[in-house]
């Protein structure tokens, strides 16, 4: 994956593309707006990372600028603006998903490689069957069945597990949960992740010899065929 980061801050830029060339990705560096722009219309990039309090050029004057040209590269906006309000202008301007600063850098990766795939893989957004290891999920029919058996899930359960089926083998997150399956845009300080994961781990997990819904401490939940004991 080939990012683009337009980050002002240089203790930040640096981390990140520490990170994400440790994680295997390449990345170019602007430190400003201006800088990035010229950057993102010199070459091309499966994903960009923009921070939106720029000098030069801000975050969301650099969007509308790329995106009234035409170039429809998936954008993420790293930004310590997280009110509701400021979320949805970010999202309107034409970015693709939005990330509140400070952040996990786990998920600042993991929300990258969503973006990366969704441009990536053809007919990705027709997927009408999940599946991970013996366990599958119908989208049409909302058919859940692990080897033989089928699973009855509640509406809740069933968001959240295709979530976690999409996501297969990936850190989830609490605040990717919160956001995508509950639809929050902060975290409410309640139990109701863990609940659900515990009810959904009883239905996928409790009567199979290999479980597949794991919690990784600290960081998050992982659903895949081999999990750590």
């Known amino acids: 994956m080939n990012v683009l980061l337009v ?16 994680a295997g990705h390449s990345c170019v560096h602007s430190c400003d707006g201006e800088a990035g722009h010229l950057a993102a219309t010199s070459a091309s ?63 600042l ?23 991970v290891g013996d366990l599958s ?11 033989q058996t089928v699973i009855s899930l509640q509406p809740r359960e069933y968001k959240l597990l295709e979530y976690l089926m999409r996501h297969a083998g990936q850190v989830v997150t609490r605040a990717m949960l919160l956001e995508h399956v509950w639809g929050y845009h902060f975290d409410p300080q309640t139990n109701v992740i863990d609940v659900h994961v515990s009810r959904l781990r009883q239905k996928i997990d409790k009567d199979f010899e290999h479980p597949l819904l794991s919690t990784v401490r600290g960081a998050g939940y992982r659903l895949g065929a081999e999990i750590d004991s």
């Open 137 to 147: 999920m119908d989208l049409l029919r909302q058919h859940v069945q692990r080897d």
């Open 7 to 22: 980050e002002d801050d240089k203790e930040v830029g640096e981390f990140i593309v520490s990170e994400l060339r440790e």
């Open 45 to 107: 990039f499966d994903v960009m990372v923009i921070d939106r309090m720029m000098p030069r050029m801000d975050g969301l004057a650099l969007i509308n600028t790329l995106r009234a040209a035409g170039d429809n590269t998936p954008v993420l906006v790293l930004s310590a603006l997280g009110d509701v309000d400021d979320r949805v202008q970010g999202l309107q301007c034409g970015a693709d998903d939005y990330l509140v600063k400070p952040f996990a850098i786990a998920e």
């Open 109 to 131: 990766l993991a929300r990258l490689e969503v973006l990366y795939r969704r441009v990536k893989v053809p007919g990705a957004e027709e997927q009408t069957r999940l599946a």
